[in-house]
């Protein structure tokens, strides 16, 4: 055959491997922000409506301690994206470099940043394993991140913020070049959305597979007047959500536990969180129709934070109602 023939055979052949590497996996896609570096693929994605985030802005400094952190919620985003077969001239400092400037395009604050860490500093290999514990995806290929092979070629952090009118939108890169054939990164991406807490939808689906895969729901629509187990007007779509559920399920038997943050003496937030417990199953059997007994009450006043108590965002996490399955 021709030389120059097989020389295009080869190379179409190479191409057609390529576009193969480079597909996503199903409903991912790049987040309007940051696009993804050249030549990368989205191996894994996830999203969900409204969670409470743990950033880690600060390096290591006690056993698996990190002191600096911030506690944002709103809707996240997250994207792991590979670079498989990366030559060896796509160094991590360029993919470092790359994000860098695209924070700065974008008029980023930048919390922290490190290139080539050691371990305990922000982005190094014993570092990432204690910042993501909060909210690292299990049994995901995000998990190969900082697990690199001998012929790794470094790592990088980014965490940064960017204001916005409608919030700020915290993100967090996470790289590495794993081995001599990937280069591997993850992006969360985290827009605050205080406004929403609460709007999330209860409908059936959502609060069946909630209780599925963790055995509670967390809801915020249940709203109660100052100090008090007053339920409010507004929390009356909710209570209608929360009974279609129920309604949908009649095998199905919950507790329902108040949560309170941390502002006063516990026994005081005791005995708060337990009204509020129960005038919620009191409105779902009087108002709602849900027979006596499948709804238990209790109150833990503040014992089960979601988020820290130190901001506001954080106590009006922690200022909930959670259904809980029961056996």
């Given at each position: 055959?021709?030389p120059?023939?097989?020389?295009?055979?080869l190379?179409?052949?190479?191409?057609?491997?390529?576009?193969a590497?480079?597909?996503?996996?199903?409903?991912?896609?790049?987040?309007?922000?940051?696009?993804?570096?050249?030549?990368?693929?989205?191996a894994?994605?996830?999203?969900?409506?409204y969670?409470?985030y743990?950033?880690?802005?600060?390096?290591?400094?006690?056993?698996?301690h990190?002191?600096?952190?911030?506690?944002?919620?709103?809707?996240?985003?997250?994207?792991?994206?590979?670079?498989?077969?990366?030559?060896?001239?796509i160094?991590?400092?360029?993919?470092?470099?790359?994000y860098?400037?695209a924070?700065e395009?974008?008029?980023?604050?930048i919390?922290?940043?490190?290139l080539?860490p050691k371990g305990?500093?922000f982005?190094?290999?014993?570092?990432?394993?204690?910042?993501?514990?909060?909210?690292?995806p299990?049994?995901?290929?995000s998990?190969?991140?900082?697990?690199?092979?001998s012929?790794?070629?470094?790592k990088?952090?980014l965490?940064g913020?960017?204001?916005?009118p409608t919030g700020?939108?915290?993100?967090?890169?996470?790289?590495?070049?794993?081995?001599?054939k990937?280069?591997?990164?993850l992006?969360?991406?985290?827009?605050?959305?205080?406004?929403?807490?609460?709007?999330?939808?209860?409908?059936p689906?959502?609060?069946?597979?909630?209780?599925?895969?963790?055995?509670?729901?967390?809801?915020?629509?249940?709203k109660?007047?100052?100090?008090s187990?007053?339920?409010?007007?507004?929390?009356?779509?909710?209570?209608?959500?929360?009974?279609?559920?129920l309604?949908?399920?009649?095998?199905?038997?919950?507790?329902?536990?108040?949560?309170?943050?941390?502002q006063?003496?516990?026994?005081?937030?005791?005995?708060?969180?337990?009204?509020?417990a129960?005038?919620?199953v009191?409105?779902?059997?009087?108002r709602?129709?849900?027979?006596s007994g499948?709804?238990?009450?209790?109150?833990?006043?503040?014992?089960?934070?979601?988020?820290?108590?130190?901001?506001?965002e954080?106590?009006?996490?922690?200022?909930?109602?959670?259904l809980?399955?029961?056996?």
């Amino acid at each position: 055959m021709n030389p120059l023939k097989i020389a295009l055979l080869l190379f179409l052949i190479t191409l057609g491997f390529g576009l193969a590497a480079q597909e996503d996996v199903p409903g991912a896609k790049d987040h309007p922000l940051l696009s993804r570096y050249p030549g990368s693929h989205i191996a894994w994605y996830q999203t969900k409506k409204y969670v409470a985030y743990d950033l880690a802005t600060g390096p290591i400094t006690r056993y698996r301690h990190i002191e600096d952190r911030q506690e944002v919620a709103g809707q996240l985003y997250r994207i792991y994206y590979e670079i498989e077969g990366a030559p060896a001239e796509i160094s991590i400092d360029e993919v470092y470099a790359d994000y860098l400037r695209a924070f700065e395009r974008a008029g980023a604050t930048i919390l922290n940043q490190g290139l080539r860490p050691k371990g305990n500093d922000f982005g190094g290999s014993q570092w990432v394993g204690v910042a993501l514990a909060p909210q690292s995806p299990p049994n995901s290929p995000s998990s190969k991140l900082f697990a690199g092979t001998s012929s790794s070629g470094g790592k990088f952090a980014l965490a940064g913020r960017i204001d916005r009118p409608t919030g700020p939108v915290y993100v967090a890169i996470y790289g590495e070049r794993h081995s001599n054939k990937l280069v591997n990164y993850l992006v969360d991406i985290i827009e605050t959305k205080d406004a929403e807490l609460g709007k999330v939808s209860l409908n059936p689906e959502y609060i069946m597979r909630e209780l599925t895969e963790r055995g509670t729901v967390s809801v915020y629509g249940i709203k109660f007047a100052y100090d008090s187990a007053e339920i409010l007007p507004d929390s009356e779509e909710t209570l209608k959500q929360i009974a279609a559920f129920l309604k949908a399920n009649p095998g199905i038997k919950l507790y329902v536990v108040g949560h309170t943050d941390n502002q006063g003496e516990f026994s005081y937030n005791h005995r708060l969180s337990q009204r509020r417990a129960a005038a919620t199953v009191k409105a779902l059997e009087d108002r709602h129709g849900i027979a006596s007994g499948r709804l238990l009450s209790e109150g833990v006043a503040f014992l089960a934070p979601k988020a820290t108590n130190k901001t506001e965002e954080g106590r009006a996490l922690n200022r909930r109602v959670e259904l809980v399955l029961r056996p």
